[in-house]
């Protein structure tokens, strides 16, 4: 079944390009919040297993994909910006749940700390709180390729730091995409790299004593630059914590391999349906060739 696609216009500021997947036999609505730059093409394996359970609602912030030609860019957007915007989607699609990957954690925490009465549960996968050594050597190390728009080098960093475990078919596919990118893109994932390595820890952690909502945390066993050690710094400022590791995966988890998506649907499912989830259709397999276009500054 194809998506619903509609603008939705925010503050009279910003036009949203959104995909709402509508399942009549569903009771609930997740909205999924993608990394930095990321387009709702990169959910393309998540959505085949939260549509058999869940309204799906899908989104390009304002600046990446079917949006960007809605708006203008002049300047950059702030995290509490995409924050605002998530909170408006929730309100305009009646979201029960919210599941983030990686930097899009970052503004999750900061709409969750707001507290949407409509939301009862979010995952939170890809993303720690603390800027560890590799997460800042590679942040740092692309502060230059992004401003001088090495659109190549700005596909290799990438693919050589947080997306070494990807087959080598979801490498090429992230490099064509890194590499075509207009300047405004770069310019504001710039920004964002700056925004990061300004931000404190207890910003987030902040937030999350803020959050009365049970909280999922997902990370990859290899992943080094938002570990599961890292995450489970949440543990004691989270009201409602819960954490998974999937194993032999890195930071882009289901895109991995077969038995990484296994292991992600299972714990989304679990803890999103703890009670539904096994008589739920979850023996699809991922798609054989996605277009892999997640990215995190």
């Not at 569903?26 to 939260?50: C, E, H, M, P």
């Not at 730091?161 to 300047?183: D, Q, Y």
């Not at 998974?244 to 391999?257: P, S």
């Amino acid at each position: 079944m194809e998506p619903k696609i509609a603008i939705v216009e925010i503050d009279r500021q910003y036009k949203v390009y959104t995909e709402h997947y509508r399942n009549a036999s569903a009771d609930k609505t997740i909205i999924l919040v993608n990394g930095s730059l990321a387009t709702t093409a990169s959910f393309a394996q998540t959505v085949r297993y939260l549509r058999p359970c869940f309204n799906v609602v899908l989104y390009d912030q304002p600046y990446a994909g079917q949006s960007k030609r809605h708006n203008r860019h002049g300047q950059p957007i702030r995290k509490e910006d995409e924050a605002e915007i998530l909170l408006e989607l929730i309100e305009h699609f009646s979201v029960d749940h919210v599941l983030s990957f990686s930097w899009g954690g970052a503004a999750t925490l900061l709409a969750l700390a707001q507290r949407p009465q409509r939301i009862e549960k979010a995952v939170i996968s890809s993303f720690s709180a603390r800027i560890n050594t590799p997460m800042r050597d590679y942040l740092e190390s692309g502060l230059a390729l992004l401003q001088a728009c090495d659109r190549n080098n700005v596909g290799c960093w990438i693919n050589t730091t947080i997306g070494k475990h990807l087959p080598s078919l979801f490498k090429r596919f992230n490099h064509r995409h890194v590499s075509s990118l207009a300047e405004h893109e770069y310019r504001q994932m710039h920004f964002h790299v700056n925004e990061v390595l300004a931000r404190d820890a207890e910003c987030y952690l902040a937030c999350a004593n803020a959050i009365e909502v049970p909280l999922l945390f997902v990370n990859g066993e290899w992943d080094e630059y938002t570990s599961a050690q890292d995450a489970r710094l949440f543990a004691e400022h989270a009201r409602q914590s819960e954490f998974h590791t999937v194993k032999r995966a890195g930071h882009f988890l289901d895109m991995e391999h077969q038995a990484a998506w296994h292991d992600t649907q299972q714990a989304l499912l679990g803890f999103l349906q703890p009670t539904h989830h096994r008589a739920a259709d979850v023996t699809h397999k991922p798609l054989s060739s996605p277009i892999s276009r997640r990215l995190q500054s």
